[in-house]
């Protein structure tokens, strides 16, 4: 992986992790940070070598939201001819599952981005909000629809309406988060899950996470079928054989994607 100004990217094993840094801003998201964690992820998904990838920020903030200072001279022409913040949902499209890993503020862009990735674990130091009306403005990057989805429409609404944080006690309550664990095990905790995935049979992983995520779109009958074509084509990997010989054979799957 080339090296970017914006993030921090370091193989371990199959597992990809991608570290927001720009400490000094708290990881605000401006459009650099957007462009280069697009290429990062497009580079993942085209990489062989790579099952999954754990998003990370540093302790104090996974990303403090979008950058206000880039934005702030923004006009609606600016905003509307160059579909500010469009790109994000580029890297919604990444098809290899992403770990959030989360500690500190979450706040704005980044409880969004957060919530683009497949699940998140956070530290019990974790904060998650949508201030953007403290601003002016509204949530950008998807908030006020997959935090609906994640949370249901009372505590979305409380949320995004008076810009106050949830902590992770709170966040895992409403189902925001997938699990909370002590700042110093987050990383190993994402990580682990993510190498885990990663050593499952990538059609397989990438299909569940299809699978899953079209849930969000689908009504309950088309999304059963869905889910059922995908089921039945992984009876034409040869991964599906060997996993459930090596259930039978009492032995540990070697999965090659294939
Ligand atoms: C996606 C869309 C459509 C919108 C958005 O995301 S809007 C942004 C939403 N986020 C926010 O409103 C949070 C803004 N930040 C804060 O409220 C605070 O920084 C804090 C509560 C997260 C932390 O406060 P603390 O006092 O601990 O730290 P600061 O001194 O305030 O911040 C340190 C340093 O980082 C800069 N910073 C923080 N957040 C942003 C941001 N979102 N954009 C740009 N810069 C940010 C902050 O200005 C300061 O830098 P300077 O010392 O150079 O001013």
Redesign the pocket.
């Known amino acids: 992986m080339k090296e970017f100004e914006t993030l921090l990217t370091e193989q371990r094993g199959a597992v990809m992790l991608i570290t927001l840094n720009r400490p000094?801003?708290?990881n605000?998201?401006?459009s650099t940070v957007m462009r280069e964690l697009s290429e990062a992820l497009r580079t993942c998904d085209a990489d062989d070598g790579v099952g999954s990838i754990v998003l990370a920020g540093s302790e104090?903030?996974f990303a403090?939201?979008?950058?206000?200072?880039?934005?702030q001279p923004v006009t609606f022409v600016d905003a509307y001819l160059g579909d500010f913040?469009g790109g994000w949902e580029a890297i919604a499209a990444t098809r290899k599952p992403i770990v959030a890993a989360v500690s500190g503020?979450a706040?704005?862009?980044?409880c969004?981005l957060a919530m683009i990735c497949d699940f998140i674990i956070a530290s019990e130091t974790a904060k998650f909000?949508?201030?953007?009306i403290?601003?002016g403005?509204?949530?950008?990057?998807g908030?006020s629809q997959r935090l609906t989805r994640a949370v249901g429409k009372a505590k979305a609404m409380d949320m995004v309406l008076t810009g106050r944080m949830m902590d992770a006690a709170e966040a895992e309550r409403a189902g925001l988060v997938a699990r909370i664990v002590p700042p110093e095990r987050l990383l190993d905790e994402a990580l682990e899950a993510a190498g885990k995935i990663a050593s499952y049979s990538r059609a397989a992983v990438m299909m569940a996470k299809e699978a899953v995520g079209r849930s969000d779109e689908l009504t309950l009958a088309e999304g059963l079928r869905y889910e059922r074509r995908l089921f039945h084509s992984l009876f034409a990997t040869e991964d599906q054989k060997e996993g459930m010989a090596a259930f039978v054979e009492k032995r540990k799957a070697q999965f090659r994607n294939r």
């Open positions: 000094q801003a708290l605000a998201l401006n104090k903030a403090a939201g979008a950058d206000i200072k880039e934005m913040l503020y706040l704005g862009g980044g969004e909000g949508q201030p953007e403290t601003l403005i509204i949530p950008g990057m908030g």
